[in-house]
């Protein structure tokens, strides 16, 4: 995604230094072009059931890019839900997920008639039975089963295990089917499974296909014409070169074998692998320093701007675009955050550092202004959206002076 030309640093055809001079750091930039790429992509080689995972990027204009190009939405909150419908995906497009929705966000759902909910417990079917009765409505609903399969990730972003907290187990299809035959105001139409994120080994894929085959057989033998397939996603993208390189055309080859001529209509939900390598973070050097022999590069985008290294161990490959490698130094980059946890990584070689330099971390796309926070009460990152060379801000945030006027002081104080 980042190329240089001439040693100035472009993202599409428009140079970074010229984003620059109308957003300060740190600030994301996406690439419309790499973005469109990967969803004609996966649509060829998937089908046309993709359902974009909004939480890995909720960014209006992303949604109305996504929604441009013929895909779904997966949303896991009422929140995102509204964020969807608000960007232009038609209700029938829409996959309301998550193991926690509440009263309201059902009953919203229910109201703009979207294409499926997901149930993830008994309980939950129970009360959409309930609330569909009450709001005189016939609503279509899926079940998300839990394939007690282990996608070989880590332990934070697993969901397909049996300990994880995440739909419900195979082997309660029958009292899932005994339920639903006694709720008039449901239609189960659908069967979805996740089990987890940055999954590289397509043998986990290709068992989790056969369980879901396998359930989506059982239910028809016991009298549910089951029509929707949810594959989920989590395909493994490359944040390290050293990383396993996964191959969306051998997940293709499983996927044929496993369900061949078979009636049902599949869908996956992707969201990383459609928009992760679209997506750079941008940050600027506001001190340098050592310590115990170590060279630290302070910048200033933080654990609050991009969270996933301190709170998964992540690795993003960080490079510079100020100065070439020709004297260079190990450096360790962190944040300004006062938490010690607060570290992009360690032990990296830059050409020598300088204060207000500028340093881009890659295939930030995904899970990275969305997961951003004002904690330290620093502002949220802006971000920007280049289309060739034509670039726009598509998130401008808010002075640090609107957020504590937004504080309620009680008038006993």
Not at 228 to 245: E, M, R, T
Not at 369 to 381: A, D, F, G, Q
Request: charge should be neutral; proline fraction near 3%.
């Amino acid at each position: 995604m980042l190329e240089f030309k001439n040693e100035i640093p472009f993202v599409e055809d428009t140079s970074i230094h010229d984003i620059m001079k109308v957003s300060t750091t740190p600030f994301y930039i996406y690439s419309q072009e790499i973005i469109t790429q990967k969803v004609k992509m996966t649509k060829k080689i998937l089908g046309n059931n993709i359902f974009f995972s909004v939480k890995s990027n909720s960014n209006q204009a992303i949604l109305k890019l996504m929604n441009s190009l013929n895909i779904g939405a997966d949303v896991v909150s009422i929140g995102e839900l509204k964020r969807s419908l608000s960007a232009g995906f038609a209700s029938n497009k829409i996959i309301f997920e998550g193991v926690g929705k509440s009263k309201e966000d059902l009953i919203y759902a229910i109201q703009k008639n979207i294409r499926l909910i997901n149930t993830e417990s008994l309980e939950e079917i129970k009360l959409i039975q309930k609330l569909a009765l009450e709001k005189n409505k016939f609503v279509n609903i899926g079940v998300r089963l839990n394939p007690n399969i282990d996608g070989g990730t880590i332990s934070k972003i697993s969901t397909g295990k049996k300990t994880d907290k995440f739909g419900i187990e195979i082997s309660e299809i029958e009292n899932i089917v005994n339920l639903v035959s006694s709720c008039n105001n449901l239609n189960l139409i659908g069967i979805s499974c996740h089990i987890g994120s940055q999954i590289s080994n397509v043998e986990a894929y290709k068992n989790t296909f056969a369980e879901m085959k396998k359930a989506a057989d059982t239910f028809v033998s016991l009298g549910i014409k089951i029509k929707h397939v949810d594959l989920g996603g989590g395909f493994h993208i490359q944040y390290h070169k050293d990383d396993p390189k996964f191959e969306i055309e051998d997940l293709k080859g499983e996927l044929d074998t496993c369900f061949g001529s078979s009636v049902y209509e599949l869908s996956f939900e992707p969201g990383r692998y459609l928009i992760a390598e679209a997506g750079v973070l941008v940050t600027t050097i506001i001190n340098t320093k050592q310590n115990g022999g170590i060279n630290y590069l302070i910048v200033d985008a933080g654990m609050n701007t991009l969270i996933r290294p301190a709170m998964y161990g992540a690795h993003h490959e960080i490079v510079s675009i100020s100065k070439k490698m020709d004297n260079s130094k190990t450096y360790t980059v962190a944040g300004p955050i006062c938490e010690s946890s607060d570290i992009f990584v360690k032990n990296i070689l830059l050409p020598k550092q300088t204060m207000g330099d500028t340093l881009v971390i890659k295939n930030t796309g995904a899970y990275g202004k969305v997961m951003s926070s004002t904690y330290n009460t620093r502002s949220l990152p802006s971000e920007v959206l280049v289309n060739k060379d034509n670039f726009a801000m598509i998130y401008s945030p808010n002075k640090i002076e609107k957020d504590i006027e937004e504080d309620i002081i009680p008038s006993w104080l």
